[in-house]
């Protein structure tokens, strides 16, 4: 275990977007709420299998090139320097992959829905769940669906015809384009892009 890691400064996005009356001190977060409140739990977990999460057999497999970009969430085993008890659920984020100084594997870098960057150790997971990639297409075979994070440009302006989709961080609606007009509005919501992006989850603002 490497006590450095614990120490890294986690700096939040400063282009995070949170709704007006938006209160840190008062929020109770998807994480916290799934660590304490059984009931919660159990139709989160559900509501991530329904939309294709799944258990990864080896946590080591995070560390493969396939998972640079992939969406997912853990639990810690209880034996990490933060002293978070076994099973503690923690949202995750977007794989970045390996650095190049852990030659031996000993973890992983990943982007949280804030921005924040995080390097977790895979001596302290207990469970890793992430998205599945394959998705059986009505009327056709087996047909591969890419799990990819689909990037929006953050809006410049504003109108009386905003799109919203939720933030993964905190449950929130954020807007992602404002129309002109009404018409405008209803051709941005009814793209692929957008519909995926509302249907999974699974999108950011680019940089």
């Given at each position: ?78 034996k990490s320097l933060s002293g978070a008890q076994k099973g503690t659920?923690?949202s995750g984020g977007i794989v970045i992959g390996r650095s190049d ?48 994070t689909v990037f929006f440009t953050r809006p410049g302006g504003f ?49």
């Amino acid at each position: 275990m490497n006590p450095n890691l614990q120490m890294y400064e986690r700096k939040e996005d400063i282009n995070t977007v949170h709704r007006p009356d938006f209160n840190p001190r008062r929020y109770n977060s998807i994480q916290d709420m799934v660590n304490s409140d059984p009931e919660y739990e159990k139709m989160y977990i559900n509501k991530l299998i329904s939309e294709g999460w799944y258990k990864l057999q080896d946590n080591r497999s995070i560390l493969s090139t396939e998972m640079k970009g992939r969406h997912f969430k853990y639990r810690l085993n209880g034996k990490s320097l933060s002293g978070a008890q076994k099973g503690t659920f923690r949202s995750g984020g977007i794989v970045i992959g390996r650095s190049d100084e852990d030659t031996e594997g000993k973890y992983i870098m990943y982007k949280a829905y804030n921005g924040r960057l995080f390097p977790l150790q895979i001596s302290d997971i207990l469970v890793i769940y992430t998205k599945n990639p394959y998705n059986k297409i009505e009327g056709s075979k087996k047909e591969q669906i890419i799990d990819k994070t689909v990037f929006f440009t953050r809006p410049g302006g504003f109108s009386k015809f905003p799109v919203f989709l939720i933030s993964e961080l905190n449950g929130e609606r954020i807007a992602v384009y404002y129309g002109k007009d009404k018409y405008a509005a209803e051709r941005f919501a009814a793209s692929k892009k957008y519909q995926y992006a509302l249907r999974t989850g699974d999108w950011n603002f680019s940089t």
